[in-house]
């Protein structure tokens, strides 16, 4: 939906990727509903690689898949849940919140105010980078805080990953549709939502060369 961000972490691939950001357009977004209805989906998550509450018009995304039966959520690192956006969620059905807290002390600062605003939100969700083992997206990040997993003998032992076995794909903020959500460059695009709408059975799984070292989402 947006991938833009408000940080720049030395362990996340966004500040060097090599696909173009942007926001969605809401008539994008309209079509990204369009499609998922075609695929049966009764949810949809508004991230991949950017802030989504930096989007202008995440509230009105939302409005618009509750009157096509569809829920919404999104995973945010906290930093922009003021008291305005937190009702407005709540006011939309929102009632979890998944956080990755990439700047510490935005979990302890969202439950206060939850508690002191009485906002019916619950933290359901949350990664801390600061405090869990820290991967290098597939060797998309080399940085003195990630860990490097040696795959070479491994990966073609390991089960297919999530976007294989389900045929999931990440529609990116243009309308492109990337076979995998880790992709930052942009190697693995099939082509657009119009592409695929009344046509999503012909859409099948293609390995991309990011697979051969990506051992990401493979027991999910």
């Not at 499609?35 to 995304?61: S, T, V, Y």
Request: with cysteine.
């Amino acid at each position: 939906m947006s991938i833009f961000c408000n940080l720049t972490c030395s362990y996340c691939p966004h500040p060097s990727q090599g696909r173009t950001k942007g926001n969605m357009s809401f008539s994008t977004f309209v079509d990204v509903v369009e499609l998922a209805i075609e695929c049966g989906q009764k949810d949809l998550f508004l991230n991949n690689f950017g802030e989504p509450l930096l989007h202008p018009e995440l509230l009105d995304f939302i409005a618009y898949t509750k009157t096509k039966g569809i829920e919404c959520n999104f995973i945010t690192n906290g930093i922009l849940l003021d008291e305005a956006m937190a009702w407005g969620l709540s006011e939309l059905g929102i009632h979890d919140i998944y956080l990755s807290e990439h700047l510490i002390g935005q979990k302890e600062r969202i439950q206060q105010m939850f508690q002191e605003k009485s906002i019916p939100l619950s933290i359901v969700y949350t990664y801390n980078p600061h405090q869990q083992e820290k991967h290098d997206w597939a060797g998309q990040v080399t940085s003195k805080t990630t860990s490097r997993r040696s795959l070479t003998s491994t990966i073609k032992k390991q089960k297919p990953c999530i976007f294989e076995t389900k045929k999931r794909v990440v529609v990116l903020w243009n309308g492109s549709i990337n076979t995998c959500c880790i992709d930052v460059n942009g190697t693995g695009i099939v082509g657009s939502v119009k592409d695929y709408i009344g046509r999503t059975h012909e859409y099948e799984f293609n390995s991309i060369p990011l697979c051969s070292t990506c051992d990401l989402m493979r027991e999910e």
